[in-house]
Structures are given as structure tokens and as C-alpha cells.
């Protein structure tokens, strides 16, 4: 870090936290967590970039989507997402969560992940290598920089759409709410 | 002579109405009917087949029937024992309209999950399980997902291309 960065730090020391230390929630939900290995191990130290995979959701701030999403993980995904606390990230990860990639005709596969859960950017590729990963987190500092990665305050605003259309996906929720939903408007 | 002509030969003397075939020299091959089938599979449990691999289904959807294979192969001999005998597959055919026919539970014991599976994707029931609920499928689906005339695309574009996308907000 150069000097003039030391005082836009201390101005945003917020923002510069939230950049270098991305604590992944280590969820697996298709072949995509195969990159994830060599991406925190000694091979490509994701430690460098301050990402660090957590066991739970509570602890972390980033959530990779890795690899297609069926109707039975939907459900674990919104869950785990609902627990994470604010400011929350979102990469989806491989050409499947963007638009379904070779899953476009299964009948138990979802196509479009942004339709139920935000998305702050997307990693295109089957597989992408992990220096996709490393390319989508330095994208993702910018974003925060810019004040652009504002996913979750999405979430909070359109949570009724959200809603409804997890429940078209996967019927009744077991759970209530996350945030109140006016049905005035 | 080959063990398995022998093992044939004796299935023939055994049960009427069967027809046992040898296409290999390790694997022979039995078309029953629906009622033979736990008395052929506890005839060869005694003979030393005592492990169900896997049921399998095909539909023939021009036949208007579903083929239920079960595979068996005797479990815990050494491999030059195995090679001379090789395994069974027994086939059986059920009429597509209101598929139904019993459970080999009571014999093998593994074959629960395979009759869950079997039930949730081609909508076969099977008379004396103890849980035909869903095993891997989320939603129900009108036709099983697995039968020949499910059409995929059509699906899709019903349950998921009806679920719309989230406008962007406007600032």
C-alpha cells in the first residue's frame, strides 16, 4: 500500500476492512468446489487476498455459489445466505448458476440463480481457473470502492419478489420472513 | 461344462414358464413373470448369489411396458470363483398403465432405496414397502420425471421460465 492509499483507508476504514478480509462460507453445491482446494492451499494461498473459507455463515462475508444449483440445494442456499450478516457478497461461480449451462433442459436443476438470491457478480466458465477467482475478487474491491456491490441492500429492498419467487420455485417456506413484507404496495 | 449352462439347466427344471438364457460365458440372463420373481431370488440367494447389486428400469414406452432388471452377483467369493460363475440378471415386465408388483424387501434388505428411486422416477409402486416417500426429488411431478413421455423442455419452460426475473431498481 503506497502513502496516498494510508488516508482514503483511514477515510473509509469500513470499506477497507470489508475488502481484505473475505471469509468464504465453505458450501459445496456442484462440481465447482473442485477449484476450491488448490485455491486455499499452498498452490495459489488465497490467504494473500485475506480469503479464508469459515465453517459457518454466521462468521462470514463472502459466499461463492460453486457449480449448479438444484431444487434440493436452492433451499440450504437461501438459508445459508438469510444467516450471513451484513455486508454480505455474492460470486456465482461457472457458466450453470448464470443461466443453467448444460443443465438448460433439466428438470430439476434451477436456470437462473439471480432470480431467487442477489448476485454481486458472476465468474463465466466451465470450469473457470482459480485465477478466475482471484481476477473476480480484485473486480469485487473495486466494487466495493465504488460503493457498486450493494447486493444485499437489493435483497432488503425487493425481499416480497425475492420471496415470491423462492416460493414458486420450492412451494411453502418452512421459515418466516426475513424482513417485513408489505402487501399494500 | 461351464458352471453357469449347469446353473441354467437347473433353473429351467425349476421353474416352469421362465426363459433362461446364456449370452456370455459369465452371465445369464432369466425372463419371469411378475409372480416368480421372490421365488426365483430366494432360490438363488440359497445357490450363493446373495447380493442384490442394483434394480434398474427401462421404459418401453411402444410396448407399453417397464422392464424391472435385477442384478445379482455372488458376494464374497474370490475372483476365479466369480469368473466361472459370473452374475444374473433377471428381468421382469409390468404393463405401463398403473404399475404395481411387490417388494423384494424381505429378501434383500438393500433393495429399499432402488424401489424409492425406482418409485419417485418412474412412478412404479411397490406393494409392501414400508416408506415410498421422495428421495431425491424436491417437487411432485405429474409424470415421473423418467418416463419416456416426460418432456423436459416443455417443463422447464412451464415451472422455471414462469418465474420472473427481478427488475432493477431504479435510482
Known sequence: ?185 | MKMNKKLAEELELTFKDIEVSTPEDTKIEIFAHKEQVLTILRFLKNKGYNHLALISCVDWIEKAEFELVYILTPYLQDYEAYKKIGDIHLKMRIPRENPETGTVISIFPNAEPYEREIHELFGIKFAGHPRLTHLLLERDYEIPPFRKDFDTREYVEDVFGSIPPIKEEKE
Not at chain 1, 61 to 81: A, C, D, E, M, Q
Open chain 1, 1 to 185: 500500500m503506497d502513502r496516498e492509499q494510508v488516508i482514503k483507508a483511514l477515510k473509509d476504514s469500513g470499506k477497507w476492512g470489508h475488502k481484505y478480509s473475505f471469509w468464504v462460507v465453505y458450501f459445496c453445491t456442484g462440481c465447482g468446489i473442485i477449484e476450491i482446494p488448490p485455491v486455499i492451499t499452498s498452490r495459489w494461498d488465497a490467504e494473500r487476498f485475506g480469503i479464508i473459507p469459515v465453517a459457518t455463515p454466521r462468521q462470514a462475508n463472502l459466499f461463492l455459489i460453486t457449480g449448479y444449483v438444484s431444487l434440493k440445494t436452492l433451499r440450504p442456499i437461501i438459508r445459508t445466505y438469510e444467516q450471513m450478516p451484513e455486508p454480505k457478497y455474492t460470486v456465482g461461480f461457472g457458466s450453470c448458476p448464470i443461466n443453467g449451462g448444460m443443465y438448460w433442459d433439466s428438470y430439476n436443476t434451477i436456470k437462473h440463480l439471480d432470480k431467487y438470491i442477489p448476485i454481486d457478480g458472476w465468474i463465466a466458465g466451465c470450469m473457470p481457473r482459480p485465477e478466475a477467482i482471484f481476477i473476480a475478487i480484485t473486480h469485487l474491491w473495486t466494487m466495493i470502492d465504488k460503493g457498486m456491490a450493494n447486493a444485499y441492500k437489493k435483497y432488503r429492498k425487493q425481499y416480497k419478489y425475492y420471496r415470491r419467487n423462492q416460493e414458486m420455485a420450492l412451494g411453502e417456506l418452512q421459515w418466516p420472513p426475513l424482513y417485513p413484507i408489505d402487501e399494500d404496495e
